[in-house]
């Protein structure tokens, strides 16, 4: 089945600065690949997602970057604000017809002020 | 509704009692996913639906688990026997499609005592 690996678990950024998350996967069948934000106690929510066709998505301050050959794809988050501290998850479906959203164990961003 | 709804939000029951817990996804969405989360873990998959069916049930950890979809909408995932491992936060989630974006209900906290 399908593994994605995330790193950093945590990630510790002064307000202003940049911060990035990467995940690698292991199907190259996969073609759908989302990032969620998660605030203690609260659901995750979908922030931005990338599918197989495009390298790259932008969205205000937040982008996301795949790199199909190597297996793997990044969260940026530019200009940090003490509102973006959360637990990111990212995600992989799409393998064959199997459209399992399969989640990576979160990275803790915490943006200092 | 507006978004996915879990009842019961909180759930405490005893170790070798039954348990149901039931999602009501977005109305017109076709597939519905079951995920399990544990503190500071990332969502684990459970099983995914495509309609009535379950097109996806490799995460059910063993035979005391299983979910149901009757009439497409909402799922019902019933749990037997339950062990205090069984303890976590269970989400739901729905998408209009499969991979789409999928919205999370908030969870049902079960506490296995």
């Known amino acids: 089945g399908e593994n994605v690996e995330q790193h950093p678990s945590t990630l510790s950024v002064q307000e202003g600065d940049s911060a990035v998350i990467k995940c690698t996967y292991s199907?190259?069948?996969?073609?759908?690949f989302p990032w969620y934000k998660q605030e203690l106690g609260k659901r995750p929510q979908l922030i931005i997602d990338?599918?197989?066709?495009?390298g790259e998505k932008k969205d205000q301050r937040i982008a996301v970057t795949l790199n199909k050959t190597a297996k793997h794809f990044s969260l940026h988050i530019t200009e940090t604000q003490p509102e973006d501290s959360a637990v990111y998850f990212c995600?992989?479906?799409?393998?064959?017809?199997?459209?399992?959203?399969?989640f990576g164990k979160g990275t803790l961003l915490t943006v200092n002020p | 509704g507006a978004g996915v709804s879990q009842t019961p939000s909180n759930k405490v029951t005893e170790k070798g009692k039954y348990v149901e817990l039931r999602c009501d996804p977005i109305?017109?969405?076709?597939?519905l996913y079951w995920y399990r989360q544990s503190l500071g873990q990332g969502p684990e998959f459970l099983i995914y639906?495509?309609?009535?069916?379950?097109?996806?049930d490799s995460g059910l950890p063993n035979d005391r688990f299983f979910a149901v979809r009757p009439e497409g909408s909402v799922s019902t995932l019933k749990i037997q026997r339950t062990e205090r491992g069984d303890s976590a936060v269970y989400l739901c989630?729905?998408?209009?499609?499969?991979?789409?974006?999928?919205?999370f209900g908030q969870g049902t906290r079960l506490t296995v005592v």
């Open positions: 989630a729905s998408s209009q499609a499969p991979n789409t974006e999928a919205f």
């Open positions: 199907d190259s069948a996969s073609n759908y």
């Open positions: 990338i599918r197989s066709n495009v």
């Open positions: 995600a992989v479906s799409g393998g064959g017809s199997n459209y399992k959203l399969t």
């Open positions: 109305s017109g969405h076709t597939a």
């Open positions: 639906f495509q309609g009535t069916g379950a097109a996806d």
